[in-house]
């Protein structure tokens, strides 16, 4: 046995307290579509240190969620990976199967957007929260049970003790969510992936689901990577957010940042789409000319190009490098017109 | 003048499974007493977070349900106490879209089929002539008369919902009944779903009956809005007023929550 026993506390460093808990570099997946090979991810690289909260957004079809599954190596049969994934101090990209068992549910889980399927229907729920105790911290069925019931409490389910032997069709969406953030935590993972854990609730309930999982990830010290294509679930709940077009991080920075410079012409063409209270009756939004191109359609050089307003032959030479923003490097876009993309709003502390 | 739709006093009971097989069965009140007035070529806007009765209200001024109470008028005729044969040809006046694009096409039905069935419902046109309003219909919601052929699986979501509408257009209907049409779609996805609903009504002064969970979506689109909470109108009133200065305390939590997820890319 090569795999080390997991830590059980999601604080405990596996290595030295140098390197962040997961570091991408350079990933890229090829994946298998009607129309042949295609390149699906194009060279994302990030870093999450314990304690992060990172967002991911964009449109469908931007590879958010494939981002997600590669990390959890839960990828569509036939995907190839290259590059790096270094979770705990060990390179994840190219983890044989049994290996990734061990990882997932247990250092690191997900939480998926359906919480109307991704419940088995045929297990209580009590049961579903114990099988990652079961399986990875190899506790006896009644202490499984008990701890479940904990975990139920955990995620504030209204009557836990009573939904330890519910059905899944008995709850709500709401309270599935709950049951699924239960499960995700059950091991005290240091990774979180939550792909649009939200989106099939209500907004009223939104809110609610969100602070639960921001309070978990703030109380354990895990690291969040929070996938949604929702501008405001953003802006309440990540430090740090990545905007995805492509296959390719297009601008990434702290979330104040981003959202107040709005430097890559995707990002301000999401935040100008985006219906505001008080538009007068009738208006028509500002939208992004075309749609997200096919993986295969995809241009060679800035992903962007075919909807972009200041698209220029340049634009379409080569992949575009990340520029600092407003001589920020802690905020950089892929974007090589980024000052005149900017220009109409360039605020005060654009000192360049 | 009469009005395109009015509801007076509508309820709608449900019954919930029985507990114990020979316990007395509960009922949930899902819509209680609700009214409200439609004039031709306006908009009105239902809110209200979910299990507050929206798609069940939905569902009865389309008489897809019956109500337990109350009285749905289309163009001034009891819809509910049409005769079978008289109803279906009613329906040529109002259609519905739904949220989702994906489960509310058929996927083994050609976008041709699709668009011209509720046509063949109305049992009055070839099937050439069906194909050709189809894609007249296609064009208008800026699709091409050559996705006639394709199968909804070969569209995203966003043309999907476009298919959707051009069914829900093809009977030429006043009254266009939508449940959270573009709630299902990207932010500019969203957008382009948005201003096509707009064109649409102008060129065709159609009405709608507008169901969102956001604010932001109905004020855009709707002249009137009603807040519906527990099955029951709380608020309503003009657009404009009533999402700028609520009155009712569960409208303003609304609105709040709401304010709450929207991103101030102004803010330095």
């Known amino acids: 046995m090569s795999a080390a026993e997991p830590q059980r506390e999601a604080g405990a460093p596996a290595t030295s307290a140098a390197e962040p808990l997961l570091q991408v570099r350079d990933l890229r997946v090829t994946l298998d579509t009607p129309r042949g090979r295609a390149d699906a991810l194009r060279g994302v690289s990030f870093t999450l240190r314990r304690g992060d909260t990172v967002g991911l957004i964009g449109e469908s079809g931007c590879g958010k969620s494939l981002t997600g599954l590669a990390l959890m190596g839960l990828l569509p049969e036939g995907a190839e990976v290259a590059g790096s994934m270094r979770f705990d101090g060990r390179e994840m990209v190219g983890l044989a199967e049994d290996e990734w068992c061990r990882l997932r549910g247990d250092r690191m889980s997900m939480v998926f957007q359906e919480p109307m399927t991704a419940l088995y229907p045929l297990n209580p729920d009590g049961r579903q929260i114990a099988e990652p105790l079961l399986l990875h911290l190899r506790m006896d069925s009644r202490a499984a049970r008990a701890e479940a019931l904990r975990l139920l409490e955990r995620v504030r389910m209204p009557q836990a003790a009573r939904r330890l032997d519910a059905w899944p069709h008995q709850l709500s969406g709401g309270q599935r969510q709950r049951v699924l953030i239960a499960i995700a935590l059950a091991c005290n993972p240091a990774l979180l992936v939550a792909d649009e854990p939200t989106t099939a609730l209500d907004a009223t309930l939104q809110r609610e689901v969100l602070q639960l999982i921001g309070g978990l990830v703030h109380e354990c010290g895990m690291a969040l990577l929070l996938i949604s294509h929702d501008l405001g679930v953003m802006a309440e709940n990540v430090d740090r957010t990545m905007v995805m077009y492509g296959g390719t991080v297009v601008e990434a920075g702290p979330t104040a940042g981003v959202f107040a410079r709005l430097a890559h012409p995707y990002t301000r063409g999401l935040f100008a789409a985006r219906p505001r209270l008080g538009l007068p009756r009738g208006t028509r939004l500002p939208t992004i000319p075309g749609r997200v191109p096919e993986l295969a359609d995809l241009p060679h050089g800035c992903p962007f190009a075919d909807r972009c307003d200041r698209v220029t032959p340049e634009c379409r030479a080569a992949p575009p490098a990340p520029v600092p923003v407003a001589g920020d490097d802690d905020h950089v876009a892929r974007c090589i017109h980024l000052d005149a993309s900017m220009a109409p709003t360039r605020r005060d502390e654009a000192d360049a | ?268």
């Open chain 2, 1 to 268: 003048m009469t009005p395109l739709l009015q509801v007076e006093r509508l309820g709608k009971q449900y019954r919930l499974p029985r507990q114990r097989l020979l316990g007395a069965a509960h009922y949930v009140q899902a819509l209680d007493e609700v009214s409200f007035t439609l004039q031709a070529g306006r908009s009105l806007g239902v809110v209200g977070e979910s299990g507050s009765g929206k798609s069940t209200l939905a569902r009865l001024v389309t008489a897809l349900e019956t109500p337990t109470s109350g009285i749905v008028r289309f163009e001034g005729r009891d819809l509910h106490a049409l005769p079978a044969g008289e109803l279906r040809r009613a329906r040529a006046g109002f259609q519905m879209v739904f949220q989702d694009p994906f489960g509310s096409l058929d996927p083994r039905q050609t976008v041709a089929r699709i668009v011209g069935e509720p046509m063949e419902a109305q049992a009055r046109s070839s099937a050439v002539e069906r194909r050709e309003r189809a894609g007249e219909m296609l064009a208008a919601v800026g699709l091409r008369t050559a996705d006639l052929d394709k199968y909804p699986h070969e569209f995203s979501g966003g043309q999907r919902q476009r298919i959707a509408i051009a069914r829900a257009l093809v009977t030429q209907p006043l009254l266009i009944v939508a449940d959270e049409p573009v709630s299902a779609l990207d932010v500019s996805v969203q957008a382009q779903v948005l201003n096509l609903m707009q064109d649409l009504q102008e060129r065709f002064g159609l009405s709608y009956l507008f169901i969102s969970h956001d604010p932001a979506v109905v004020d855009l689109v709707c002249d009137d809005v009603i807040v519906l909470y527990q099955g029951r109108v709380v608020e309503s009133g003009p657009a404009d007023r009533l999402l700028r200065d609520p009155e009712h305390d569960y409208t303003r939590r609304l609105l709040a929550a709401a304010a709450g997820a929207v991103p101030h890319p102004t803010r330095s």
